[in-house]
């Protein structure tokens, strides 16, 4: 299984901490209490190996489609009104990452990164109303090649705290590249122009960087 380079550190960090918890554990002479820490050390760490998983996503769609950027569940499809960079109203598709899914985001449409910005914030739960604009969160805009732009943004929830976001202003980007990753649960909502046809339906879970996730 091969593993997301934002893996690394973490994995190495937590391999000496549960390495140097049973080390010291060792010193107790309570067989049954060393059992159950290195079974849940391992547990654990297994848990960290599956989460930093980063399995082959194969995007072949046409210029007018967008892929889902991340894997999940979709817990809302409607219309808002987005403050930030367009002030209009647009079609919002939100998908809902939990602990256990693939965590690398991807740009739902390849084009010029016209808008890329990190906001502080709070930790409300990801699935709460309000957690698109008060929770952390990074906020990115694509034009794509017929001049459309598509944003995209990067939430932070209740678990998740490290939002890396790989998006530069002014470079290319292709469709299902890699536009960054959030640990550990959370959200990405996309945000259409009005006349886009949304191809997926609230409660589908999509593939990152595969499922067609509308039409523009």
């Not at 997301?4 to 107790?28: M, Y």
């Not at 084009?111 to 502080?120: A, E, N």
Request: aromatic residues 10%; glycine residues 8%.
């Amino acid at each position: 299984m091969k593993l997301h380079p934002e893996g690394r550190k973490p994995l190495f960090v937590a391999l000496l901490i549960f390495a140097a918890l049973n080390f010291l554990f060792s010193f107790i002479g309570i067989d049954w209490l060393e059992g159950l820490l290195l079974i849940a050390s391992g547990i654990l760490y297994g848990f960290m190996v599956y989460f930093f998983r980063h399995p082959a996503r194969f995007t072949n769609v046409e210029p007018h489609q967008l892929i889902a950027p991340a894997d999940g569940k979709v817990v809302a499809i409607q219309e808002v009104e987005e403050t930030e960079y367009f002030n209009d109203k647009r079609i919002q598709v939100s998908i809902f990452m939990s602990p256990l899914n693939v965590h690398v985001n991807r740009f739902p449409i390849g084009g010029i990164v016209k808008y890329s910005k990190h906001h502080p914030g709070a930790f409300l739960v990801a699935w709460h109303p309000k957690s698109s604009t008060l929770n952390e969160r990074t906020t990115v805009v694509v034009q794509a090649d017929n001049g459309v732009e598509v944003m995209h943004r990067q939430i932070a929830g209740a678990v998740a705290r490290r939002i890396i976001n790989y998006a530069k202003p002014n470079t290319k980007v292709a469709t299902g590249d890699q536009c960054g990753f959030i640990r550990f649960g959370s959200r990405v909502d996309i945000l259409l122009p009005l006349d886009a046809k949304i191809k997926v339906e609230i409660g589908q879970r999509p593939i990152g960087g595969e499922t067609i996730l509308a039409e523009i």
